[in-house]
């Protein structure tokens, strides 16, 4: 058996590290990655607690999309499949429900139809350079963080144009923010926020190198809340800051410790339907949900493994209108899929 999360904790919910036994041997019964709940379900946290997620799945190559019965012989006939992930980083959304995959390693934007179980690359080396993150824009535009630039495609591909030059230093992470039609921008070596307008107009920027209040320290993922409030993920300060639309400090959530609650380098972040905020933390390897006032609810995770309940290297996370969670796990190679048991969920698929 697959090593098992060295710390799985969640303290608003009661449960104990030791819990994730009862998940293991569910996840015996539902056999491997990508289509694993056909037999069982998988939640966490087990009964009696209140779960609040359901482990759907992962994927890392195309034969993981396809019916498991079918995948085996597949393998054997036609050897590997080209388009297996290799280092997974950035994850968006098209607006044809189609989901955007960088893979930084292969440079290359992968497009994958998950209903018909079918993948192909967007764009590949021959264009990009260093691709990192991505965000989609109005009627579908992407914005590709790819070296010094940020690079602006169709949604086939084709340039459109670039942003950024002679301005960036290191785009990490982008997000993009159809109230204000703007495009946010973190650039971990200048330690700052840009925005841009979509025609590549810099608006605004803020923050600085430092460790004070409202200070960057490398700074990575980005998420706006339904208010405008920016939310990065400051990581060589171990916390999530907060500023308004204006760029000015408001607070942080979290800070360096080795308590459940505490972050030890958190890489990227995004709401849910509820207002939820869901941290990756790379060196915890885990996922942290906060309330809306950044109580910690749950952690999944805790330690780098390969077991398909927990993170190796978790990076981008991307999530849905329906509050399905894809997180990209750069040491495991793969894209896992989580479903946040909102009220909809449910009333579909009662547990």
Not at 154 to 161: E, H, S
Not at 265 to 279: I, N, Q, T
Not at 326 to 350: G, H
């Amino acid at each position: 058996m697959p090593a098992l999360p060295q710390e799985v904790v969640a303290p608003a919910a009661g449960i104990r590290p030791g819990s994730v036994w009862l998940l293991a041997l569910l996840l015996l019964f539902a056999g491997g990655c990508a289509r694993s709940v056909e037999r069982s379900r998988v939640v966490w946290p087990p009964p009696p607690e209140s779960p609040r997620f359901e482990y759907i799945g992962c994927f890392s190559s195309p034969l993981d999309l396809q019916p498991r019965k079918n995948s085996l012989l597949k393998r054997i006939s036609e050897g590997d499949a080209s388009g297996h992930l290799l280092a997974p980083f950035g994850i968006s959304e098209l607006p044809d429900g189609n989901l955007l995959v960088v893979d930084q390693q292969a440079r290359t934007i992968y497009r994958y139809d998950l209903e018909r179980g079918k993948v192909s690359p967007l764009v590949g080396a021959k264009v990009l350079k260093q691709p990192l993150d991505l965000a989609v824009g109005p009627e579908g535009t992407i914005y590709v963080a790819d070296g010094k630039r940020i690079l602006k495609l169709d949604q086939v591909g084709r340039i459109l144009g670039t942003l950024g030059r002679g301005v960036l230093k290191h785009p990490s992470y982008l997000a993009y923010s159809r109230q204000r039609k703007l495009l946010y921008v973190s650039d971990s070596l200048a330690c700052r926020i840009l925005v841009f307008a979509p025609d590549g107009t810099l608006v605004q920027s803020f923050g600085s190198r430092g460790t004070g209040p409202g200070e960057l320290f490398s700074p990575q993922g980005l998420a706006l809340d339904e208010q405008g409030r920016i939310y990065v993920a400051d990581f060589f300060n171990a916390r999530i800051a907060i500023f308004d639309g204006d760029g000015q400090y408001l607070r942080q959530i979290g800070r360096r410790g080795g308590e459940p609650w505490n972050f030890s380098g958190p890489r990227d972040l995004a709401f849910d339907s509820e207002g939820h905020l869901h941290v990756l933390d790379s060196r915890k390897h885990a996922l942290m949900s906060f309330n809306r006032e950044g109580r910690l609810l749950l952690v999944i995770g805790g330690g780098p493994t390969v077991h398909p309940l927990g993170f190796g290297l978790p990076t981008a996370i991307w999530i849905d209108g329906n509050d399905r969670f894809f997180i990209s796990e750069r040491y495991n190679s793969r894209v896992s899929i989580w479903q946040y048991l909102n009220p909809a969920y449910l009333a579909r698929n009662p547990l």
